[in-house]
């Protein structure tokens, strides 16, 4: 049981919609951070939260964008949906580095 | 191009053998960690290693880091059914701000 949890655990959308992602961060976790991970891939990092300010981020294109709230909780958005944005998305939080992971988001974009 | 290559992508073995997994990058890593994963579940850290040589054991499990920090390995003694799952490893790099960069991942599958 890591605490981390993210919802919606699965959702379809098509192309060119929009769609959000949450996650509710593990308690006393200050830190999240996305990933994307596509099937048969390892995740690759989308951005990551410190504090409510984005403190780093992969190279994903503008239309990944997040959130994060006062409580640590986060928001994954992506506008403008394409086929190839079909994936898991994990969430995971953290306060001294080690990373603690939600079980994702699958995302199936028709 | 991967910035840090698994090998091998797929392992298939009988119980009771042994195996190993391996982790390669050109660049020096600030840290090492190994995940598992499985189907329909996030990753789950295994361990971290920081310092050139370091080895630790979990249970049947063996970690090394290699000297240079480039390179790491996993090691499974006697492997059960339910060592089965996707093994990642996941590096940290100066220069990219620490954070982690995960390899594509070797999916294990043991049978008994």
């Known amino acids: 049981e890591t605490g981390v949890t993210q919802s919606p655990t699965h959702l379809i959308k098509t192309r060119g919609q929009q769609v959000t992602l949450r996650c509710s961060s593990q308690?006393?976790?200050?830190?999240v951070s996305w990933y994307q991970q596509a099937l048969g891939q390892g995740p690759q990092f989308i951005f990551q939260?410190?504090?409510?300010?984005?403190?780093g981020r992969g190279n994903f294109p503008p239309r990944f964008s997040g959130l994060q709230f006062p409580n640590y909780s986060s928001e994954l958005n992506v506008n403008a949906l394409e086929l190839d944005d079909s994936a898991l998305y994990l969430c995971?939080?953290?306060?001294?580095?080690?990373?603690?992971f939600g079980e994702g988001s699958r995302l199936t974009v028709l | 191009t991967q910035l840090l290559e698994q090998s091998p992508q797929f392992l298939s073995i009988q119980e009771g053998e042994n195996l190993t997994v391996y982790c390669n990058s050109s660049s020096v890593f600030s840290s090492l960690q190994w995940y598992r994963q499985e189907p329909g579940e996030g990753p789950v850290l295994l361990v971290t290693v920081v310092t050139g040589g370091e080895v630790k054991k979990l249970k049947r499990l063996t970690f090394q880091f290699g000297d240079a920090r480039k390179d790491s390995s996993l090691h499974i003694t006697a492997a059960q059914p339910g060592d089965t799952g996707l093994y990642l490893c996941a590096g940290a790099y100066m220069e990219y701000g620490n954070k982690l960069v995960f390899g594509a991942g070797t999916i294990l599958r043991v049978k008994s």
């Open positions: 939260y410190y504090r409510e300010e984005e403190n």
């Open positions: 308690s006393g976790h200050n830190t």
């Open positions: 995971a939080s953290s306060s001294t580095g080690e990373l603690f």
